[in-house]
């Protein structure tokens, strides 16, 4: 007989993914994670190995923090997000539009099946997405497929292996209006980092994609793990 705890974070997880609940519940999530994950934003931002006048992938842009952190250390390069939410991307182009950026777009587009010619982008990166991805290996194929022959991938994930005391740490960070901070912490821990990738697991994905020359360490200002590589 299945565990009713397995159920129900199976049943949160396809929450989690939904679609609609991006829709609706972004704006909440985008303000409490970018406070607490801006340093590893800059730090990719920063790390990028990117040509002159680049074109940029942001795979699961959300409110597009990175691709505007790209877009404004990259001036002569043009960063293109993508998300499979219709208002993250309005989100996303109203954040570009305050911070006064043009050289940066957003548009709607499922990263299973990305709406761009072969060997499209010099670069490509992608934070916080990857768990939220049906099938992770399609996804991973798709990035590699729209990337030219030599192009940087970096790829975020929450750490599936941070230990229960960090996480803690992070939860008192994280803070949710009118959620007890152990059901937070549960919810944390089962149904988002749970469900995610460890720093091997991630950089494996990476590789059976087709990238080369993986390097992965996990990231001290908050508990997420990070691949880079090459085509």
């Not at 409490?32 to 680049?54: G, S």
């Not at 182009?93 to 010619?117: G, M, T």
């Not at 010099?122 to 590699?144: C, F, N, Q, T």
Request: hydrophobic letters at 40%.
């Amino acid at each position: 007989m299945t565990n009713p705890n397995t159920l129900l974070i199976r049943l949160l997880t396809r929450l989690r993914d939904m679609r609609l609940v991006w829709d609706i519940m972004g704006s909440l999530y985008n303000g409490r994670i970018y406070n607490l994950i801006e340093e590893l934003y800059d730090d990719i931002a920063k790390d990028l190995d990117t040509p002159d006048q680049a074109q940029i992938l942001d795979a699961g842009a959300g409110r597009g923090y990175l691709s505007v952190a790209l877009a404004s250390r990259n001036p002569d390069s043009h960063v293109t997000g993508v998300d499979y939410s219709r208002m993250q991307v309005r989100r996303a182009e109203r954040y570009r539009r305050e911070k006064k950026i043009p050289n940066c777009s957003f548009r709607q587009n499922n990263v299973l099946s990305l709406d761009f010619q072969n060997a499209a982008f010099d670069a490509a990166v992608s934070v916080g997405s990857i768990k939220h991805w049906p099938d992770s290996r399609r996804g991973l194929a798709e990035l590699y497929r729209v990337c030219k022959p030599g192009s940087c991938l970096i790829i975020s994930e929450t750490d599936r292996d941070v230990p229960d005391n960090e996480l803690r740490k992070f939860v008192q960070r994280f803070r949710l209006p009118f959620v007890p901070e152990d059901l937070l912490f549960w919810g944390l821990r089962h149904v988002v980092f749970g469900q995610s990738f460890s720093q091997d697991q991630l950089a494996d994905a990476v590789r059976l994609a087709g990238f080369r020359n993986i390097e992965s360490h996990k990231v001290k200002a908050c508990p997420y793990v990070i691949v880079k590589a090459w085509k």
